[in-house]
């Protein structure tokens, strides 16, 4: 499990691409791979990858296809940046939102603006996942835990804001229009969107009847 808040963003320093496969190099800094090992998870851009070797501070990930496919990593390119969070532990506290690292889409950023001492970023959904957002819901982006700060439905679209802190510690900074970011929804809102969708439809008979009456 993951907080959503991002402890760095670090460089790919190498990419072994075989097929089906990808073996992704993040350089790190010491603090951060205190205690780290071999079979540890830690979320890359939000996605949750397991320590394949350790060298030093830099470490190791295979990705394998069906994460290339349904993910940013599989377009990563040397020396692009990556937002990493280490898993939580017990008793961590839970500055975001619990998080899985199980990405739902890559999606495209479509408008970028910056009014003074912020940073705003638009983003479209996949229309079968309109209904897992709302206006201040939660929302991961790239690993981080986020607030939705516009959202219209209608258009399948919404708008985070980002402040100067975030900018510092993730890549957001370095995102443009037409750049992609994984989306990973709010677990809870999920489970009850989709639990109110099943008993509706389940009970559409016995409410049309309640209707009537």
């Not at 209904?131 to 959202?151: D, E, H, I, K």
Request: hydrophobic share 40%.
């Amino acid at each position: 499990m993951y907080t959503g808040i991002v402890q760095g963003s670090y460089p790919v320093v190498a990419i072994e691409k075989k097929t089906g496969l990808h073996t992704l190099t993040i350089a790190l800094d010491g603090e951060l791979c205190r205690d780290i090992q071999i079979g540890a998870s830690v979320a890359v851009d939000g996605v949750c990858l397991t320590v394949t070797a350790i060298r030093d501070t830099q470490l190791l990930f295979d990705v394998m296809q069906q994460t290339l496919q349904q993910t940013t990593l599989g377009s990563l390119r040397l020396n692009d940046r990556v937002n990493i969070e280490r898993s939580a532990r017990y008793g961590d506290e839970i500055g975001g939102h619990a998080m899985s690292g199980h990405v739902d889409a890559a999606i495209e950023i479509i408008a970028v603006d910056e009014p003074e001492n912020n940073r705003e970023l638009s983003f479209r959904l996949p229309p079968s996942l309109a209904p897992y957002l709302f206006q201040r819901g939660y929302v991961g982006l790239n690993g981080c835990s986020l607030t939705v700060a516009r959202y219209q439905p209608e258009e399948a679209q919404f708008t985070v804001c980002l402040i100067p802190e975030t900018l510092r510690v993730t890549n957001f900074g370095e995102k443009v229009a037409g750049d992609k970011v994984n989306l990973e929804l709010d677990r809870q809102t999920q489970a009850i969107v989709d639990s109110v969708r099943r008993y509706l439809e389940d009970n559409q008979q016995q409410l049309r009847q309640w209707l009537v009456d």
